[in-house]
Every structure is written in C-alpha cells, then in structure tokens.
C-alpha cells in the first residue's frame, strides 16, 4: 500500500491549511488512518486518527478543537483540516495506516505504512 501526502505550505499564526492522504490500496477502507507529525530535532509525534467508519477519532491535546480528521472510503483518503495554527505546529506531516484493530491509535508503533509527509510552516 503506498500513500500520497498533500496539502501542506506556508501559513500565518491563525490561518488554516487541510491535509490529504490518498492510499493506493483497495482495501483502504479497513484501515486505521493516522496523521503524525515531525519538528526538527523532535521525535515524531502523533496527531490524529480515524477508524474505519469515520465516526470514532482520536487527537493529540495539543491539537484538539483545531485539527478535524475525516476520511472518504469510496475516495481512498483521509483528511487533516486544521485550523487556528500556531507556530509550533510548524513540523512535516506524515500520514499512516495500521490493521482496522489496532487498539493504540496514538502509538507509532503500530502503524506499517507511511507517506513521505508535506511541509507545514506556520509564521508567527
């Protein structure tokens, strides 16, 4: 399974920016989606995730009532709207997926496949 990540840039403190994330696989519908994200010189830090149904997420502290995650099973792709950005959002976004069961959906570990991530810089 290979993912697309998409959508980054450069963005003012307060703007907004969504994420993409197309999959190649057919089965993209039975999948944990998750997006994760890297500042230099940090470990790689989770984000957000959906199941399969789009009805259950999850998302980091840091980022709940900013960031919404959604996903278009009949498109192969999960979404990362995020709104209110702030300076230290500023990291690459990587998406993944991990088996439809995995319980630790904020854990790295897990998830087997990643996009090569998108740039986000958010200016203060």
């Known amino acids: 399974v290979q993912l697309q990540a998409s959508g980054g840039g450069l963005v003012q403190a307060g703007g907004s920016l969504r994420l993409s994330c197309t999959t190649s696989g057919r089965t993209f519908s039975t999948y944990l989606m998750g997006w994760f994200r890297q500042a230099p010189g940090k470990e790689r830090e989770f984000v957000a995730a959906?199941?399969?149904?789009?009805?259950?997420?999850y998302y980091a502290d840091s980022v709940k009532g900013r960031f919404t995650i959604s996903r278009d099973n009949a498109k192969n792709t999960v979404y990362l709207q995020m709104n209110g950005l702030k300076p230290e959002d500023t990291a690459v976004y990587y998406c993944a997926l991990a088996p439809m069961g995995y319980s630790a959906a904020d854990d790295k570990v897990g998830y087997h496949s990643w996009g090569q991530g998108t740039q986000v810089t958010v200016s203060s």
């Open positions: 959906i199941r399969w149904s789009g009805r259950t997420t």
